[in-house]
């Protein structure tokens, strides 16, 4: 993974700083997942479409947020607090919120250099995604 030493600690950024970040972050690591499933660009961007959405990362945070420790669900909650200004039509507020979160705690663990938790995170979520 791409290594990026901040300034600052991450936890003094933003919000919604957090989850910019994060949100490559997290697709990078689903595009990698689905290399696994096919090698064909059109099913590969069908299935990123479906991992990749607000309603489906509300869900992942859920199956996982027993298992943050109290650092990370500090981290989970400003991503869920942060005062978005635009949320797409096709999207709830809630889980936008919750994805956003999602987005925040990957970008945070990023910005840590804790690609080893982002891993065990990510991982423990596609076993729930796959097995539901």
């Known amino acids: 993974m791409l290594e990026y030493k901040l300034e600052m600690p991450p936890e003094q950024l933003p919000a919604l700083t957090l989850a910019y970040i994060g949100d490559a972050v997290y697709e990078l690591y689903v595009r990698t997942h689905l290399l696994e499933q096919s090698h064909k660009v059109h099913s590969l961007h069908r299935l990123a479409i479906n991992r990749v959405n607000n309603n489906t990362q509300s869900d992942l945070l859920a199956k996982v947020e027993s298992e943050l420790t109290e650092e990370e669900m500090a981290i989970v909650r400003r991503g869920r607090n942060a005062n978005v200004h635009t949320i797409p039509h096709s999207a709830d507020r809630a889980q936008y919120q919750k994805a ?10 990023y910005l840590q250099g804790r690609h080893e938790r982002i891993n065990e995170l990510f991982n423990r979520m596609m076993e729930a995604n796959d097995a539901a």
Request: charged fraction near 10%.
């Open 100 to 109: 956003t979160a999602l987005e925040a705690l990957f970008g945070w663990l």
